[in-house]
């Protein structure tokens, strides 16, 4: 789990929006609406695979906190400081930078 997931489910699909056009200022991108659930988290989706298929391949990427950091300095600043405030809140459960899972899977 993560700040930005946890953003993403409780903002609208309008804010998405601002944030792409305002804070990363990336055209052409388009918000999407997102339904996050925990059966969707990378341990579920790998559990669910496991009877079959099999993972190829599995990472995390964070290159939009790499984008936030050279568009906005004073967003990514803030961003970084609720992250570890949630993250010392909840034990370590709620993770700074594993924010996009990215999964690969192939026939068994």
Known sequence: MSLKGLVTK???????????????RWRGMTA?????????SPKSLKNWADSNLT????NFDDGW??????????VYTIYFGLAFILKV??????????TDFIIVYGKI
């Open 10 to 24: 409780v903002t609208p699909t309008k804010f998405h929006y601002w944030i792409y056009k305002y804070i990363l």
């Open 65 to 74: 906190i790499k984008t936030l950091k050279k568009r906005s300095l004073l």
């Open 32 to 40: 999407f609406p997102t339904y996050l659930n925990m059966s969707i």
């Open 89 to 98: 809140l909840s034990f370590g459960l709620v993770s700074i930078k594993k």
């Open 55 to 58: 993972v190829k391949w599995s």
